[in-house]
C-alpha cells in the first residue's frame, strides 16, 4: 500500500466574464485558435464590514471548434464557465533576457451563462442587458487533446 502513487489531475472549472473580445485566427495548417482573458471575481466581508471584491484575470486558449464557436459567439463582458487544463508556457524576455512564465488555461468545455448583473459596476457589456436580439446559441463544445502548439500566431 505504501507504493500507490496519486493519478495526476489537471482540471479547472471558473465562471466569470470576458475582458477582451475573442482574438480568432488560423495556424498556417488551418487550426483554429482563439484567445481571450477571463475575469474571476469572489466577494467577501473584512472585519469592517466592509465588502472587498478580489478578481483573478486568467488568459485562456480554445482551439479548432471550440476556438471558431468562441470567435462567432461570445463577446467582452459576457459571462462564461470554463473547464480545461493549465498550461505553462516559458520563453526568454528578448528586451531584458529574464526568463518569462505564463500560465493559462486551454479550453476543453465553455458554456455561455445567464446571470443578472449583481451591480457591482464592472459593466464590460454596455447597455442593453438581456441581450434578447442575441441569436440563438448552439451547445457547448469539446476538442480534442492535444492540439500541437507550433507556431500559434500571436
Known sequence: MSDLKMPDLNRVILAGRLTR????????SGTAVCKMGLAVSRVTKGKDGEKREDTTFVDLTAWEKTAEFCGQWLRKGRPVIVEGRLRSDSWDDKTTGQKRTKIDIT?????QID????GGGAGGGGGGGSGSSAPSRPEPREIEEPIPEDDIPF
Open 107 to 111: 479550453i476543453q468545455r465553455i458554456q
Open 115 to 118: 446571470w443578472e448583473d449583481r
Open 21 to 28: 473580445d475573442p482574438e480568432l485566427k488560423y495556424m498556417p
